[in-house]
Nanobody, 123 residues
């Protein structure tokens, strides 16, 4: 079992930045693909970014490419999402997820989920 705890959400003006963190409880953190998804009520959960444990290869949704950066610190069992140039349409609850994933962008591939952290971008 892996427990994930997100932090770092909040309210920011358009053009601003936030850094989300996801702390994992398990020492085998480095074995898992880690991802960020976001959800807006009435819409499906949307893939944002992911990073592999072994190679640290990164993947991004087109909507955030060039603005968001995903990273991980395996020694601290922590993953990060640096979000720059935020837009009102980035407003959502952001979830971190972990799993032995074949399809990076597919939410159901991830076994473990955090409780979510709210990000609100005002115009």
């Amino acid at each position: 079992q892996v427990q994930l705890v997100e932090s770092g959400g909040g309210l920011v003006q358009a053009g601003g930045s936030l850094r989300l963190s996801c702390a994992a409880s398990r020492r085998t953190f480095s074995n898992y693909v880690m991802g960020w998804f976001r959800h807006v009520p009435g819409k499906e959960r949307e893939f944002v970014a992911a990073i592999r444990g072994s190679s640290s290869s990164t993947y991004y949704a087109d909507s955030v490419k060039g603005r968001f950066t995903i990273s991980r610190d395996n020694a601290r069992n922590t993953m990060y999402l640096q979000m720059n140039s935020l837009k009102p349409e980035d407003t959502a609850v952001y979830y971190c997820a972990a799993g032995r994933v074949a399809f990076i962008g597919t939410a159901r591939e991830y076994e473990y989920w955090g409780q979510g952290t709210q990000v609100t971008v005002s115009s």
